[in-house]
């Protein structure tokens, strides 16, 4: 035993000494070990949010894609895409399901790589690439035509989805959406945290922490000018900041002005009943170059500007949004 003892202390003094020889490995050691410690800690609390949030609605199986779907009410279908970092429960918080469900057969997904969603690696998720998606998901959920709302990123997808799909979209509704390119700051930014291999150990490290403390400013930033709505309280942080999220944010940030260059090239195309919402008071979006110049270049479109709105508009003026959805279902039927 003691024999034993004296090697162990043999062994540690070595250690030290290399480390005091070798100040840069030890600093690497250091640095690995943090690393390593963060990432396990941001595990935890990913597997704590998903135990804590579990899946409230069903399954759909579509080229090898788990989608996670909520499904409510009766009538003409209505399906709902939510932007960029979010999930399901942004529009039930909202309390959009609930009142879009009194007349409407609606469907809410989560997006590939939000909320329960799977997002495979081995395809990068253009709003194509997911319209090709949904369009198979529909044929499982037996929707034929459906009247298509998507909110900022999730727009993009509605539209991709009406370009490419035309015969299973009876209209649109785009609230808050980005459709034109332009120089976008937080698109470089996200570019390393999209990165394989670099990306990963970046949103199993760094991107959880530095969700949690830019939460608060984030909040004031899309929902601005006006306060954080109490309602928002149902919507679940932690799994917003979960490594998986942050790195499917960062590629759909990524792609943001690519996929904007490519899609503006189709909009002339849409001939679909198209009702365009923009808050006023957008702080990510020049809403005068996106929500009115796409108005100039749809043919059946409306545009409504909903004054003293941030970019959060199913949440600060979700009734608006859903005067939009009975609108467009009357143009249907004109």
């Known amino acids: 035993m003691a024999f034993s003892q004296t090697r162990s202390s043999a062994f540690l003094s070595d250690c030290l000494a290399a ?27 990913a597997d704590k949010a998903q135990r804590d949030n579990p899946p409230r609605g069903r399954f759909i199986d579509v080229d090898g894609v788990r989608l996670h779907y909520v ?14 970092g979010s999930m399901i429960q942004d ?27 799977l997002r495979p690696r081995n395809v990068v998720w253009t709003p194509e690439a997911q319209a090709d998606l949904f369009r198979k998901a529909f044929d499982g959920l037996g929707v034929q035509r459906a009247i298509v709302l998507g909110h ?16 299973f ?32 150990i970046i949103s199993y490290t760094v991107s959880p922490i530095l969700g949690r403390l830019m939460w608060p400013a984030m909040l004031r930033k899309v929902f601005g000018p006006q306060p ?53 008071n957008d702080r990510l979006i020049d809403i005068d170059e996106q929500s009115a110049r796409l108005h100039d270049e749809v043919k059946q479109s409306k545009l409504h500007r909903i004054a003293g709105a941030g970019h959060m508009i199913q949440q600060s003026a ?14 249907t039927l004109h």
């Open 19 to 45: 480390f005091r020889r070798y100040p840069a490995i030890a600093a690497f050691a250091g640095a690995a070990t943090l690393v390593a410690a963060t990432a396990i800690a941001n595990r935890h609390l």
């Open 71 to 84: 499904e409510r009410g009766n009538g003409r279908p209505l399906v709902l895409f939510h932007g960029n």
């Open 91 to 117: 529009f039930e918080s909202s309390g959009l399901i609930d009142l879009a469900a009194e007349n409407y057969r609606v469907i809410v997904f989560d997006r590939p790589g939000f909320g329960h969603s």
């Open 152 to 167: 900022s990123w999730g727009a993009s997808v509605a539209v991709a989805l009406a370009i490419r799909h035309p015969s």
């Open 169 to 200: 979209v009876e209209a649109l509704v785009l609230a808050s959406g980005y459709y034109f390119p332009t120089a976008r700051a937080d698109a470089v930014a996200s570019s390393l945290s999209a990165t394989p291999a670099l990306g990963d």
């Open 228 to 280: 954080v709505p109490g309602k928002f309280a149902g919507f679940p942080k932690e799994m917003a900041v979960r490594p998986s999220q942050l790195r499917a944010s960062a590629g759909e940030s990524t792609l943001m002005v690519p996929a904007a260059f490519a899609s503006s090239k189709t909009y002339g195309e849409l001939d679909m009943p198209t009702i365009i919402l923009a808050g006023e």
């Open 318 to 331: 979700t009734r608006d949004l859903m005067a939009a959805i009975d609108e467009a279902a009357a143009e």
